[in-house]
């Protein structure tokens, strides 16, 4: 157990604090799918706004500590510092779409997200705040650039999954026409909240867009890595391969939609299967199956 002034040095407690603050505009953002109240979406977003802020703090706190301990690397490598960084991006993701577009329906699955990252992180008995030296082969700004491109397609694809499941929401609800009066009422309401379909189907092809860049730079940067640390470009580790699956149905989904004009719900769909293709590679595969990413002991869980 790390002390309390411990937790205050190395950030890690602010972390805990956002997730209060990220779990209220998720508390926010339900309230306003059933009032389609717009001052309580506003509220729950600058509530989310707030958690962001006091996270980047508690990164730049956990970094300097990080160096004043001796280590030279921002601590991103394991398993703790992962999952804050995965809620991080997911929420800068969220934020930038909400400035573009009015997206306040999505910010209820994202903060969802978020909050259970940052749940994850905060409770999981593995995923301990503790900084501590890595192996050699992880000591590497490389392997940091590596990790960020790798999270920021993350985040970019998280967005895309609540994206998919709002348009599916939105064009399965709205052809529904056996529903008593008041009932339809209601989910006219409802739909009322989501962005037209066509605009959600050109975001999700946008932000997925965006997530494959990201991806396959980090897919690259990490081949790069992975040869001046163990001597060979790809090894067919199981997030190697894992990477590759994913990379290959995000690629196939660009592909359709160019070759075979693949829209509307089997884009949806595709955004919302890939990302669980995604979470079991981040998370699945290190927890599950041993292989050269996998570092898990007690106090430390690399997932890279």
Not at 172 to 179: A, L, V
Not at 227 to 241: I, L, M, N, R
């Amino acid at each position: 157990m790390i002390s309390p002034n411990i937790s205050v040095l190395d950030g890690s407690l602010y972390f805990t604090v956002s997730l209060l603050f990220v779990f209220a505009s998720f508390i926010g953002y339900f309230i306003f799918l059933f009032t389609g109240s717009k001052m309580i979406s506003k509220i729950s977003f600058v509530i989310l706004i707030a958690g962001f802020i006091i996270q980047t703090a508690a990164f730049v706190i956990r970094w300097i500590y990080a160096y004043k301990i001796g280590i030279d690397t921002p601590p991103l490598v394991d398993l703790y510092d992962s999952m804050v960084f995965f809620a991080y991006v997911i929420e800068i993701g969220y934020i930038i779409l909400r400035i573009f577009y009015d997206f306040d329906a999505l910010g209820f699955i994202i903060t969802f997200i978020a909050s259970a990252a940052l749940a994850f992180a905060t409770f999981y008995p593995l995923a301990t705040s503790a900084i501590e030296p890595t192996i050699p082969a992880l000591q590497s700004y490389w392997l940091i650039y590596h990790i960020m491109t790798l999270f920021v397609a993350y985040g970019a694809f998280a967005a895309s999954f609540g994206l998919g499941i709002l348009y599916l929401i939105k064009t399965g609800k709205s052809k529904n026409k056996d529903i008593e009066n008041t009932k339809q009422k209601k989910q006219n309401r409802f739909l009322s909240l989501l962005p037209e379909s066509a605009v959600i189907e050109e975001s999700i092809y946008k932000v997925i867009s965006v997530g494959l860049v990201f991806l396959t730079a980090g897919i690259v940067i990490g081949a790069a890595w992975a040869d001046s640390a163990w001597g060979g470009y790809w090894s067919w580790d199981p997030k190697e391969t894992w990477s590759l699956i994913t990379w290959i149905a995000y690629i196939l989904f660009i592909h359709a939609r160019f070759t075979k004009g693949w829209g509307g719900k089997k884009m949806a769909w595709i955004a919302v299967i890939g990302f669980a293709v995604v979470i079991f590679c981040y998370l699945g595969v290190d927890l599950i199956i041993p292989g050269l990413h996998s570092y898990a002991t007690p106090s430390s869980t690399p997932i890279l």
